[in-house]
């Protein structure tokens, strides 16, 4: 379609003046229709939960309703792929973490670049995970449960969010420092896995604080510890790993906000700044402390401070990976 351009007359005390015609003038501004953002986990884990607590504070910036679309599957390179596929015209996002942004390029022979086919809008939050056990385990402290995991005769089930996904690398982690032998379980997403713990049908999970939290305070699950180096204000009755006697293992998951590669300056920027203006609401700050979440201060959250942490994320953990051997499945 060609793009139809305008010639203004307007009226003065001299005559009619033509207006030479403005190249787009006649482009929609951004934003002008809904903006999707796609969470690549299941409905209800820590990264829907946060996709929606950003969308709708973002939204009230950018003057546009924003709809999470939750497309899981391949420990969230699915959803990753399918923004990287949409046009860059900024109403497809991607919202992610170290595991659907970073580990999956070095187990998934995926068909994008991590790095080359998204551009970088900004970093969100960040949250640690704590150490889940199905409630029937005997046991109350981290100790008790190290005691009973290598007591036990069979191999330990431990949930999943998929291969190479924060959770399974988590427990691989613990599998290798325990020296406990154990099966992983993977599901699509964590909000899964949570329920299967509740269900017995596992015996323990990493899952993140934001995801977990409602469950561990209903007595459904027992938590032993949390992967940070320091407590957690809303749940410091929590000891830390090193607290509770496994010093050094320390997770902790972060976000952030892309879109597809090709993505205008200028959207990006505003894009960018509607995020910011979210993480400096108090509402939103209330409601990620209550999870867990930790906002990085300004001048962490920019596109460049994002891009930076993916790179370096990336050279630090695919070595790891693909020492290790994990592959996708």
Same mark, same amino acid.
């Given at each position: 379609?060609?793009?139809?351009?305008?010639?203004?007359?307007?009226?003065?005390?001299?005559?009619? +003046?033509?207006?030479?015609?403005?190249?787009?003038?006649?482009?929609?501004?951004?934003? *002008?229709?809904?903006?999707?953002?796609?969470?690549?986990?299941?409905?209800?884990?820590?990264?829907?939960?946060?996709?929606?607590?950003?969308?709708?504070?973002?939204?009230?910036?950018?003057?546009?309703?924003?709809?999470?679309?939750?497309?899981?599957?391949?420990?969230?390179?699915?959803?990753?792929?399918?923004?990287?596929?949409?046009?860059?015209d900024g109403y497809t996002? *991607?919202?992610?973490?170290?595991?659907?942004?970073?580990?999956?390029?070095?187990?998934?022979?995926?068909?994008?670049?991590?790095?080359?086919?998204?551009?970088?809008?900004?970093?969100?939050?960040?949250?640690? /995970?704590?150490?889940?056990?199905?409630?029937?385990?005997?046991?109350?402290?981290?100790?008790?449960?190290?005691?009973?995991?290598?007591?036990?005769?069979?191999?330990?089930?431990?949930?999943?969010?998929?291969?190479? *996904?924060?959770?399974?690398?988590?427990?691989?982690?613990? @599998?290798?420092?325990?020296?406990?032998?154990?099966?992983?379980?993977?599901?699509?997403?964590?909000?899964?896995?949570?329920?299967?713990?509740?269900? @017995? /049908?596992?015996?323990?999970?990493?899952?993140?604080v934001s995801s977990c939290l409602? /469950?561990?305070?209903?007595?459904? +699950?027992?938590?032993?510890?949390?992967?940070?180096?320091?407590?957690?204000?809303?749940?410091?009755?929590?000891?830390?790993?090193?607290?509770?006697?496994?010093?050094?293992?320390? +997770?902790? +998951?972060?976000?952030?906000?892309?879109?597809?590669?090709?993505?205008?300056?200028?959207?990006?920027?505003?894009?960018?700044?509607?995020?910011?203006?979210?993480?400096?609401?108090?509402?939103?700050?209330?409601?990620?402390?209550?999870?867990?979440?930790?906002?990085?201060?300004?001048?962490?959250?920019?596109?460049?401070?994002?891009?930076?942490?993916?790179?370096?994320?990336?050279?630090?953990?695919?070595?790891?990976?693909?020492?290790?051997?994990?592959?996708?499945?």
């Amino acid at each position: 379609m060609k793009r139809r351009e305008f010639i203004g007359l307007v009226g003065g005390a001299s005559g009619w +003046v033509v207006l030479a015609p403005v190249p787009g003038a006649f482009a929609q501004q951004y934003p *002008s229709r809904p903006i999707t953002i796609v969470a690549p986990f299941a409905a209800g884990g820590p990264t829907d939960t946060l996709a929606r607590i950003l969308a709708q504070r973002m939204s009230i910036t950018l003057g546009q309703s924003i709809v999470i679309e939750n497309v899981s599957g391949a420990t969230g390179s699915i959803g990753v792929g399918r923004v990287v596929h949409s046009s860059p015209d900024g109403y497809t996002l *991607s919202i992610g973490n170290p595991g659907s942004h970073v580990v999956n390029g070095a187990i998934y022979p995926l068909q994008y670049d991590l790095l080359k086919d998204l551009e970088p809008v900004a970093m969100v939050a960040s949250n640690p /995970q704590l150490l889940l056990s199905k409630p029937e385990i005997p046991a109350t402290t981290l100790q008790d449960l190290i005691a009973w995991l290598k007591a036990q005769p069979r191999a330990i089930l431990i949930g999943t969010a998929g291969i190479g *996904s924060a959770s399974h690398l988590s427990g691989i982690y613990l @599998q290798q420092t325990l020296e406990i032998s154990a099966t992983m379980v993977p599901f699509r997403g964590t909000a899964p896995a949570l329920q299967a713990l509740m269900a @017995q /049908q596992i015996d323990i999970l990493f899952d993140q604080v934001s995801s977990c939290l409602p /469950q561990v305070r209903a007595k459904t +699950v027992k938590a032993y510890a949390v992967t940070a180096r320091n407590a957690l204000a809303a749940a410091p009755d929590i000891p830390t790993m090193d607290a509770a006697g496994l010093p050094g293992f320390y +997770v902790v +998951v972060w976000h952030g906000l892309w879109a597809p590669r090709g993505t205008q300056a200028d959207v990006i920027a505003k894009l960018s700044a509607a995020v910011v203006d979210a993480l400096a609401d108090t509402n939103v700050r209330t409601r990620l402390a209550e999870l867990g979440q930790e906002v990085p201060p300004p001048d962490q959250q920019t596109p460049q401070a994002l891009g930076r942490l993916q790179k370096a994320e990336i050279e630090k953990w695919w070595p790891i990976i693909k020492a290790a051997n994990i592959k996708a499945e």
